[in-house]
């Protein structure tokens, strides 16, 4: 993977992104294995305490109030200030992902002013920040420029420009404040739902061997060395030896979305993968919130399903008009995944894999997110060791 690995330089008029961001193409057939060893191997990645993915829209998604863009900042930092998170998200300069770029942006900002990227806050290091986007190559604004050739450094060096013009129609800017871009070549939406779940499961499995098997660094690797340059691959061995009660835990956090969001969803409860779904912030999150509502703690659950069943399909039509204009079939199925993340997680007796962090409640906030995460990584453990 080496010589197609590279770096990207973001350049604009109102910025001055001095590091270089690691990126590597890749098309869906890729080894997942042979994928995680580059990254945390190749690419010096420190072994995560917990795994974030961000469920979230680059086409679906709205303006939130200023609360709660604000909270949802102040929580996100507070998660990477207190803990080693790798947060994984689809990588765009758009939405909920943007905000959460401008909140990364802000604390490297308050990082720099005390001088230091390691400063201590109670008797413990800053921890580092780790933001991987997954995008599709089909989104990518000046997609064209990750065609050129070899840096003077040897490797693939591509330069874009945030500031020349707005992206084309269908296109979007990379977030600049993410540190690592995996750019998924020839991806559908579904099929890039598939694969970003498929590389956070290899990921959590290779990241949580390493857990148990080292002391969480690959070897040659320093805080300091930002050069990403090639060193060699040290063993690792079989993933599943990895006992998961040792293993680093991966929550997904779902906000607003649409309905490639709620196929991913049922993705992870499928893969028993806890779910945090945050109502009201709208779309797909409030939908899922409701159909979770309506049912949860239900006497008979496939009769509640079915009389909820024509609700959902009706508001996914209004939130979502394009699904109004297309097939029956396109509707029910994802209407199907809703009720099947329902059944999915009445099906445990003991573990749980959907919480609600419900805005409309005064004692819930986005500050908090963290609390959250920790009862959804519980709840979704309790029987087990």
């Known amino acids: 993977m080496d010589n197609l690995a590279g770096v990207i330089k973001f350049t604009a008029d109102n910025m001055a992104a001095e ?3 690691p990126y590597i193409p890749v098309f869906c057939d890729v080894s997942l294995k042979t994928l995680a060893e ?17 469920v979230t829209g680059v086409y679906h998604n709205k303006n939130w109030p200023e609360d709660y863009a604000i909270a949802f900042q102040a ?5 990477i200030n207190t803990s080693h998170a790798w947060i994984l998200t689809h990588g765009f300069h758009t939405g909920v992902v943007k905000l959460l770029g401008e909140a990364v942006r802000d604390e490297l900002d308050r990082r720099t002013v005390r001088k230091t990227r390691t400063v201590r806050r109670y008797n413990k290091r800053v921890s580092q920040i780790t933001l991987v986007g997954i995008c599709t190559d089909s989104l990518v604004n000046e997609l064209e420029a990750f065609q050129g050739g070899e840096g003077s450094s040897g490797r693939r060096r591509v330069e874009l ?4 013009e ?3 129609r269908q296109k979007f800017n990379l977030d600049v404040y993410h540190t690592h871009y995996v750019i998924v070549n020839g991806s559908t939406s579904k099929s890039l739902v598939t694969f970003r779940t498929d590389l956070e499961k290899e990921l959590q499995r290779f990241s949580s061997c390493r857990k148990n098997f080292g002391n969480g ?5 320093s805080d ?3 050069t990403h340059s090639a060193v060699p691959l040290r063993p690792t ?7 998961s009660q040792m293993g680093v835990p991966l929550v997904a956090l779902m906000l607003q979305g649409g309905p490639y969001e709620i196929l991913q969803v049922w993705t992870y409860i499928k893969n028993r993968t806890p779910v945090v779904v945050v109502k009201g912030s709208g779309l797909a999150a409030d939908l899922f919130a409701y159909v979770y509502e309506e049912t949860n703690e239900s006497g008979d659950l496939e009769k509640d399903l079915a009389n909820i069943t024509p609700e959902i399909l009706k508001r996914l039509e209004t939130m979502f008009p394009k699904m109004k204009q297309g097939s029956d079939e396109d509707r029910q199925e994802c209407c199907q995944k809703l009720l099947d993340c329902m059944r999915l997680d009445s099906a445990q007796e003991d573990e749980h894999y959907i919480t609600i962090l419900d805005l409309t409640r005064a004692s819930s906030d986005l500050a908090d997110i963290d609390l959250y995460i920790l009862k959804a990584i519980f709840g979704s453990q309790k029987t087990r060791g």
């Open 38 to 54: 580059f990254m945390l191997d190749r690419w010096k990645m420190k072994v995560p305490d917990v795994m974030i993915s961000i």
């Open 161 to 164: 420009d945030l500031g020349v």
């Open 217 to 221: 660094y690959t070897e040659n690797s």
């Open 237 to 243: 061995p079989d993933p599943s030896a990895s006992r």
């Open 224 to 226: 300091e060395d930002d």
């Open 75 to 79: 929580g996100l930092t507070k998660v």
């Open 166 to 168: 707005k992206p084309a």
């Open 19 to 21: 590091e270089e961001k």
